[in-house]
């Protein structure tokens, strides 16, 4: 069965620092990619989506997602997080129309 | 552009009570997903509509899950009767649908209902 895959549940920052969040899928095939954010308190709401060509996607906020495609991941980066960053972030896969879901990474950003 | 509506935002039953949920997706979306979020976990899909009709309601557990998008717009999800396990974030969404090419799944949630069995 096809899965989506975060690699960390739960990421602590300082404001400024780098970030890295991991997403693998198992999917084979052509897929479309997505990362969504939820806000503390607020409904999923879509940072990027890669669907086809340049394999580096930028989404709202500054932050960014390569997508490489012999390692079947999509990782989500920014270079310097900010407080208001802090939220939950999922990984989702389209494959044959429908979307796999990651567990989520909660994120939280350190004044 | 009006977002995804759901209604109520929250909700407290006793367990082996019924409960019914409401969505109303932006306008012009022809697919309309239910999600079942489980605290700590991703989105689960229980149902998937095209218009009226359903695409995939494999994970849906029909004993006591229902749900219908009658006339192609505004849908509802019923549980009865309501089990302890059923406490969860229940999220609708949409998207323009198959014909639209690759946007086809770009997905827009609403705030979801929060269901709580007691």
């Known amino acids: 069965a096809q899965s989506v895959s975060q690699h960390n549940h739960h990421v602590i920052l300082s404001e400024a620092a780098s970030l890295e969040l991991g997403c693998n899928y198992s999917y084979g095939g052509t897929v479309n990619l997505f990362w969504y954010v939820q806000y503390p308190g607020q409904h999923l709401q879509l940072l990027l989506k890669?669907?086809?060509?340049d394999p580096l996607v930028k989404g709202i906020k500054g932050f960014e997602a390569e997508f490489i495609k012999s390692k079947f991941s999509f990782n989500l980066r920014k270079p310097s997080v900010q407080w208001s960053d802090t939220a939950e972030y999922f990984c989702?896969?389209?494959?044959?129309?429908?979307?796999?879901w990651g567990a989520g990474t909660k994120l939280i950003i350190k004044p | 552009e009006a977002g995804v509506a759901q209604s109520p935002r929250y909700k407290i039953i006793e367990k082996r009570q019924s409960v019914a949920f409401w969505c109303n997706p932006i306008s012009g979306h022809a697919t309309l997903y239910w999600y079942q979020q489980i605290l700590g976990q991703g989105p689960k899909l229980l149902i998937q509509?095209?218009?009226?009709?359903?695409?995939?309601d494999s994970q849906l557990p029909k004993d006591r899950f229902s749900a219908e998008r009658l006339k192609g717009v505004d849908s509802t999800l019923k549980i009865q009767p309501a089990k302890l396990e059923d406490s969860a974030v229940y999220l609708c969404a949409s998207s323009l649908g198959f014909r639209r090419g690759r946007d086809r799944t770009e997905a827009f949630f609403g705030q979801g209902t929060r269901l709580t069995v007691v």
């Open positions: 890669y669907f086809s060509g």
């Open positions: 509509f095209q218009n009226n009709g359903v695409v995939d």
């Open positions: 989702a896969v389209d494959s044959n129309y429908q979307l796999i």
